[in-house]
């Protein structure tokens, strides 16, 4: 089946820095992606959904200067945390659309840990 | 606001069948129920869908009611590797759909040994 994949798959950063997160789909092209976030014992929660070539749709209350998304290509996506607080700690999770079929895969997640 | 409603919890012993309901009252004719489970500290894993017909494949079948309100998956040997978050999705799908999905809190089955 199709494979979206994830990288880093856990990451530590420093109060105050950014940190990029690549979502890429690797045996088809998505031109629709979205991010998720997760907390735990949560439910996965929608950040915003990305599609190739324009501009991200953010859900309401998610920072769009604090989460920035770009899709740059039909494979790749990415999700930057910029200026990170302990608070942006979290489970991020990408997931892309097949296009054809519309079946949609996630990713594996990546976990966040600001200090 | 996620379109399901699914039991918080449920157990079930291993080698026995697991049937996880969902209720999706307010489905559209043209959306389809999605089932994916999570394994903890993993990211979603696909394992059906449908419309309105009752499918199978083989990790579970999938029962809707002929009212398309509600459905059930039906795990028929239960694994302890089957303990995880079950999450029941509608969306529009399987022909190019591309809305977002929008996840419910699911229903955490345990498999017992």
């Known amino acids: 089946g199709a494979v979206v994949s994830q990288h880093p798959s856990r990451v530590i950063c420093k109060s105050g820095t950014s940190v990029k997160i690549e979502c890429r789909s690797l045996?088809?092209?998505?031109?629709?992606m979205f991010w998720y976030r997760q907390f735990p014992k949560k439910s996965l929660m929608l950040m915003a959904t990305s599609n190739e070539g324009s501009k991200a749709t953010y859900e309401q209350g998610v920072e769009k200067d604090k989460f920035l998304i770009n899709h740059a290509s039909l494979t790749l996506s990415t999700l930057t945390v910029t200026s990170a607080h302990p608070e942006d700690s979290s489970f991020y999770i990408c997931s892309a659309i097949a296009g054809g079929n519309g079946e949609l895969f996630f990713g594996e997640g990546s976990r966040l840990t600001v200090l | 606001d996620a379109k399901t409603t699914q039991p918080p919890s449920m157990d079930c012993a291993e080698g026995r069948a697991a049937n996880l309901p969902c209720n999706h009252s307010t489905i559209s004719g043209n959306e389809y129920v999605y089932w994916y489970r999570q394994i903890h500290s993993q990211g979603p894993q696909y394992i059906i869908h449908?419309?309105?017909n009752n499918e199978t494949n083989e990790m579970a079948s999938l029962i809707i009611t002929e009212d398309r309100k509600s459905s059930t998956l039906i795990l028929p040997h239960a694994t302890l590797r089957d303990t995880a978050v079950y999450y029941c999705i509608v969306r529009v799908g399987g022909q190019g759909g591309s809305e977002k999905l929008v996840f419910g809190k699911g229903t955490k089955l345990t498999v017992n040994p």
């Open positions: 045996d088809f092209q998505a031109t629709t």
């Open positions: 449908g419309l309105k």
